[in-house]
């Protein structure tokens, strides 16, 4: 069973970068058709898919975030990080890092849309 966890600062001020970083346990994030997404949970808001990256390191964004969103990876500590750069208040959320076993859902309903994921974990952005 794929394990996620996420870590990372709670609290970032406007115009910083946020950094958060999901470590895997029980499968390489490297195994085929695997997609390693950052999805998000404005308060009282839905779930937006933010990004990916993919078995093989390719990755993708969404449309809105992708000028601000990078995705990498660490394939030896079997970890998969995100920045989200120039963040403001509107990006205060739970962050959740998620597992695709196959097509990826980019307009989630519900955490179980998803394989497996993390616990999740709240960022605030403000000064």
């Known amino acids: 069973q794929v394990q996620l966890q996420e870590s990372g600062p709670g609290l970032v001020k406007p115009s910083q970068t946020l950094s958060l970083t999901c470590t895997v346990s029980g499968g390489s994030i490297t195994i085929n058709n695997h997609y390693w997404s950052w999805i998000r949970q404005p308060p009282g808001k839905g779930l937006e898919w933010i990004g990916y990256?993919?078995?093989?390191?390719?990755?993708y964004y969404h449309p809105s975030l992708e000028s601000r969103t990078s995705i990498s990876r660490d394939t030896s500590k079997n970890q998969f990080t995100l920045q989200l750069s120039s963040v403001t208040p509107e990006d205060t959320a739970v962050y959740y890092c998620?597992?695709?076993?196959?097509?990826?859902?980019?307009?989630?309903?519900?955490?179980?849309?998803?394989?497996?994921w993390g616990q999740g974990t709240q960022v605030t952005v403000s000064s």
């Open positions: 998620v597992l695709t076993v196959g097509v990826v859902v980019v307009s989630p309903q519900r955490l179980n849309d998803y394989n497996s």
């Open positions: 990256i993919s078995y093989s390191g390719d990755t």
